[in-house]
Nanobody, 128 residues
Framework: QVQLVESGGGLVQAGGSLRLSCAASGRTFSTYPMGWFRQAAGQEREFVAAISGGGGIQYYADSVKGRFTISRDNAKNTVSLQLNSLKPEDTAVYYC?????????????????????WGQGTQVTVSS
């Protein structure tokens, strides 16, 4: 059974940093695109960042570009999201997701419905 487990969330002041990690099990994820999404209270889930199976291509939402960095370690079946220069509007539950397909076109990376597996989420709270 495929499982994604996020860790690393917490409470941080504006301007601070956090590093989220997602550990995957039940399948070798090295050839599958993976992504991070977030959902703030009362809002819809939104795309944050994604990375290709080999790790060579990354995608970012405009709101986090230049502040967040996605990376993966295929040997360890993990994907990480480094969050820098955090803002109160970054407060949300952050979800790790894995595609069920080995190939996504560039637009598909941004769509939640392209991801077949999801973690339980980790809370990030940024205080002002």
């Amino acid at each position: 059974q495929v499982q994604l487990v996020e860790s690393g969330g917490g409470l941080v002041q504006a301007g601070g940093s956090l590093r989220l990690s997602c550990a995957a099990s039940g399948r070798t994820f090295s050839t599958y695109p993976m992504g991070w999404f977030r959902q703030a209270a009362g809002q819809e889930r939104e795309f944050v960042a994604a990375i290709s199976g080999g790790g060579g291509i990354q995608y970012y939402a405009d709101s986090v570009k230049g502040r967040f960095t996605i990376s993966r370690d295929n040997a360890k079946n993990t994907v990480s999201l480094q969050l820098n220069s955090l803002k109160p509007e970054d407060t949300a539950v952050y979800y790790c997701a894995a595609s069920g397909r080995t190939y996504l076109n560039s637009r598909a990376y941004y769509r939640a419905q392209e991801y077949a597996y999801w973690g339980q989420g980790t809370q990030v709270t940024v205080s002002s």
